[in-house]
């Protein structure tokens, strides 16, 4: 046993993976129970109703994210990677999700511990992830047999450029619910308590994903976190976004719902292009993005738009008669959302099957490093 005292050390690397941020295990070194593993996990963030002082958590969804990485059997697959959303505040991890920025840091991590072999110039690693039981392919940028960390690619939300690593999705139509539109329409109306009526969109692609006008819930669409993470804001998302996940049969009628509990569906507000002032005081102009739209993830904004959210937005407005087609032009394959913190651009390649949409591929460029290396140290007991 390697063991520090009265502490067990246990392997891991704290990394960056777009806007995201948690620690990547091999699952040799983790327990083998489930319940044992996921314990040990919220321990190491530190997750309990104090917070998370006492662990690597920041206290915040984008910083309590980990990656499980192993060999997989899967035919032309490299790995595979598990992704856990640890709660911030309880001993839950939340595997009915996934995240496309933690699969850019999962690549590298492939390509730096030797899991897959290296090809000079572009090293491209098949994932096989679990959550959606689809394929990932992250291309990481090398030479001379290492990573190429340097680079002019930026992303909102990050500070600095890197080298591009390329995030695509391919055919992750259907990973939860089995059809990329579950409800079989492009529209549903959801009656909230007060009798009002909302529109929505509701797709399956990464994660389930409901889109709904701003101006449905009293937003002009540019609000930023201030605004949006107000208590009555958030309320009446989390109404839609319950009554939603009912609708496809996510959970159940008198079954207890909260974002800690139940992470998806997740739900983007979105508008027309417009122009505003983000989060850093940066002016987004309307003529260089497409939409505007705001993620909301475990009750509240996310600074940066999620990677498999603008993988779900991009594929929806590419579907004729769905709210986020209505704002758009025709005819684009990449669509560049406004979100709180500046802009992403998402490239997709949609195809029409008889009744329903295929999403062929679906890709967001990233960047990512490794921030820390070595052991985990936790106590004994923990391990068994």
């Known amino acids: 046993m390697n063991i520090h005292g009265q502490l067990y050390k246990l392997p891991s690397v704290l990394m960056r993976g777009g806007t995201s941020k948690g620690l990547i295990f091999k699952d040799m070194d983790l327990p083998k129970d489930d319940k044992d593993r996921d314990y040990v996990i919220t321990k190491i963030y530190g997750s309990s109703k104090n917070g998370q002082i006492d662990g690597i958590g920041g206290g915040t969804p984008l910083t309590s994210k980990v990656a499980i990485v192993g060999v997989t059997d899967k035919p032309e697959c490299d790995i595979y990677y598990t992704f856990g ?19 850019s840091a999962v690549g590298l991590f492939a390509v730096e511990e030797g899991l897959v072999k290296i090809n000079e110039g572009m090293t491209r690693v098949r994932i096989y992830n679990t959550n959606t ?14 990573v190429i960390y340097e680079g002019d690619f930026s992303i909102a ?23 990329l539109l579950p409800t079989g329409n492009v529209v549903d109306i959801i009656q909230l308590e007060d009798g009002s009526m909302v529109e929505v969109t509701i797709i399956d692609v990464g994660n389930i994903l409901v889109f709904l006008h701003a101006s449905d819930i009293g937003l002009k669409g540019i609000e930023l976190s201030g605004e949006i993470n107000q208590p009555s804001v958030q309320k009446r998302i989390e109404e839609v976004r319950v009554k939603c996940g009912r609708l496809i049969g996510l959970f159940q009628e008198g079954e207890v ?8 569906p997740k739900v983007a507000i979105i508008s027309p292009a417009t122009e505003y002032t983000d989060e850093n005081g940066e002016v ?16 509240t904004l996310h600074r940066a738009f999620a990677v498999s959210g603008a993988i779900g937005l991009g594929t929806a407005c590419k579907i004729p008669g769905s709210l986020p087609h209505s704002l758009i032009s025709e005819g684009k394959d990449e669509i560049n959302i406004g979100h709180p913190t500046g802009t992403i651009l998402v490239h997709v390649s949609v195809r029409k099957e008889n009744s329903t949409y295929k999403l062929v591929r679906g890709g967001i460029g990233r960047t990512a490093r490794r921030i820390m290396e070595g052991h985990t140290l936790i106590p004994i007991e923990l391990m068994g």
């Open 133 to 146: 039981k689809r394929v990932m392919e992250v291309e990481v940028p090398v030479k001379d047999g290492h």
């Open 157 to 179: 939300g990050v500070s600095g450029t890197g080298s591009c690593i390329m995030v695509n999705f391919l055919d992750f139509g259907g990973s939860y619910t089995g059809d």
């Open 284 to 299: 987004v102009k309307s003529d260089n993005i497409d939409i505007v739209a705001r993620y909301i993830a475990m009750g």
């Open 85 to 103: 959303q640890v709660s911030t505040n309880s001993q839950n991890i939340d595997y009915n999700v996934t995240c496309g920025n933690m699969a």
């Open 257 to 264: 719902v909260t974002p800690e509990t139940h992470a998806l």
